[in-house]
């Protein structure tokens, strides 16, 4: 069986260490540990681990967060891959820095990254893992927060939370969404 994790980010050099690009932080942690590399392919860098006998696809879709949509269901129609073995990984400001949910299906809650999915496959069924980066900014500022850097004091304790999430994957692509989410959301 095959996965796909659609790691959520923006693509270029000022967007490395952006809170809105947690998704791509995630994957590209999963891509060192394992030692492999991302290659560019269509609407995406594409990179694949093997995990207790399943391959798991990950995508840093290159199309920009407001229109990851269209990378997303390029790789699942490409791969074969149903909704319910896809994991979409992204930044979430209604919750506190570094709280982890996963969740079946949801709104997009105003994020565009999810809002692009939701309008390319047609519906909100699909699981989402809510990386938590906190709401630390003034009224009217939510865009320049999300596309902002993580402060250093966060950035040092990034590392245990990106470790949580990738071992909610592993378990999301061994154990399924139900199990995982009475595993680990708080």
């Given at each position: 069986?095959?996965?796909?994790?659609?790691?959520?980010?923006?693509?270029?050099?000022?967007?490395?260490?952006?809170?809105?690009?947690?998704?791509f932080i995630v994957v590209e942690s999963i891509a060192l540990e394992?030692?492999?590399?991302?290659?560019?392919?269509?609407?995406?860098?594409?990179?694949?681990?093997?995990?207790?006998?399943?391959?798991?696809?990950?995508?840093?879709?290159?199309?920009?967060?407001?229109?990851?949509?269209?990378?997303?269901?390029?790789?699942?129609?490409?791969?074969?891959?149903?909704?319910?073995?896809?994991?979409?990984?992204?930044?979430?400001?209604?919750?506190?820095?570094?709280?982890?949910?996963?969740?079946?299906?949801?709104?997009?809650?105003g994020h565009n990254g999810l809002k692009d999915i939701e309008d390319?496959?047609?519906?909100?069924?699909?699981?989402?893992?809510?990386?938590?980066?906190?709401?630390?900014?003034?009224?009217?500022?939510?865009?320049?927060?999300?596309?902002?850097?993580?402060?250093?004091?966060?950035?040092?304790?990034?590392?245990?939370?990106?470790?949580?999430?990738?071992?909610?994957?592993?378990?999301?692509?061994?154990?399924?969404?139900?199990?995982?989410?009475?595993?680990?959301?708080?």
């Amino acid at each position: 069986m095959n996965y796909l994790i659609v790691g959520l980010g923006n693509i270029g050099e000022k967007y490395v260490l952006t809170r809105h690009n947690i998704g791509f932080i995630v994957v590209e942690s999963i891509a060192l540990e394992k030692k492999i590399d991302f290659i560019q392919d269509r609407h995406a860098y594409v990179s694949m681990v093997k995990n207790k006998g399943k391959k798991i696809y990950m995508i840093k879709p290159t199309t920009y967060m407001n229109l990851s949509g269209k990378a997303v269901r390029y790789w699942m129609q490409n791969l074969k891959i149903p909704i319910e073995n896809t994991l979409t990984i992204v930044d979430d400001i209604a919750l506190p820095f570094g709280s982890l949910r996963l969740r079946k299906k949801g709104s997009s809650a105003g994020h565009n990254g999810l809002k692009d999915i939701e309008d390319k496959l047609g519906h909100n069924q699909y699981p989402r893992l809510k990386f938590g980066v906190g709401n630390d900014f003034p009224k009217g500022m939510q865009a320049e927060y999300v596309l902002s850097n993580f402060y250093k004091e966060e950035q040092k304790e990034l590392p245990q939370y990106i470790k949580k999430a990738i071992s909610m994957i592993y378990s999301f692509a061994s154990v399924g969404v139900d199990k995982t989410m009475s595993l680990y959301n708080d």
